[in-house]
């Protein structure tokens, strides 16, 4: 049953600390979307890679957030320094290029106090 | 800019029909998507519409019209577990962007 997996799956840490959040798309799939979700703003794309390189990043605030893939089964998303207002559920999501469908991972929530 | 809207919210009873619309305004318009997503859950692929018609799965069948802008999600003989947030999308070639949701109710 391939699914795409986050970790962590919940994380509380103080203002100031650094924030790693992991994902391994479905294997073969060769895009990988990274989304915030908050009440306020809904679902709002920060990153997405094809093929490991990085399309758009034009909804991540470049000061404080970074997106890499290091290799095809590997996303990394970090937040240095975390805020308060960083708080949300960070969802990744993996495709195949050229067709619609999405498969999101289970989020990873994060506090930040 | 790039925007989508849908209602935020829709009560209904089992066994009843629901629709949700969305209208969208985006450059280079490929598609609209429906996704569904429960509490605390992930969002998850319900349907994709390239060209303007109905597109029936199931219970569920999503419409598009083009040169309207604008699509629906037609929900059928509701069920409880059909209680959830329900988001349109819009596809430009790029990336999706999403409808702010829809949150259904399912009554008894």
């Known amino acids: 049953d391939a699914r795409v997996t986050q970790t962590p799956r919940h994380k509380v840490t103080e203002m100031g600390q650094e924030v790693t959040m992991r994902c391994q798309p479905i294997l073969g799939h060769n895009t990988v979307f990274w989304y915030r979700q908050t009440m306020m703003q809904g679902l709002e794309l920060l990153a997405y890679?094809?093929?490991?390189?990085?399309?758009?990043d034009s909804g991540m605030p470049k000061d404080r957030f970074s997106a890499e893939m290091p290799d095809a089964t590997l996303a990394t998303l970090k937040i240095q320094p975390s805020e308060p207002r960083d708080s949300a559920v960070y969802f990744c999501?993996?495709?195949?290029?050229?067709?619609?469908?999405?498969?999101f991972g289970p989020g990873t929530r994060l506090l930040v106090l | 800019g790039q925007s989508l809207e849908q209602p935020s919210e829709v009560t209904a009873v089992e066994g009843a029909i629901v629709q949700i619309n969305c209208t969208y305004q985006t450059s280079g318009f490929y598609g609209l998507s429906w996704y569904q997503q429960h509490d605390g859950g992930a969002p998850t692929f319900l349907s994709y519409?390239?060209?303007?018609g109905l597109e029936e799965t199931g219970r569920f069948s999503s419409f598009l019209s083009r040169s309207d802008s604008y699509g629906y999600l037609l929900l059928q003989e509701l069920q409880m577990k059909d209680s959830a947030s329900y988001f349109c999308a819009a596809s430009g070639g790029t990336a999706l962007i999403f409808g702010k949701g829809t949150t259904l109710s399912v009554s008894s």
């Open positions: 890679f094809r093929n490991r390189a990085p399309l758009d």
């Open positions: 519409n390239a060209l303007d």
């Open positions: 999501a993996s495709a195949w290029a050229g067709e619609e469908t999405q498969y």
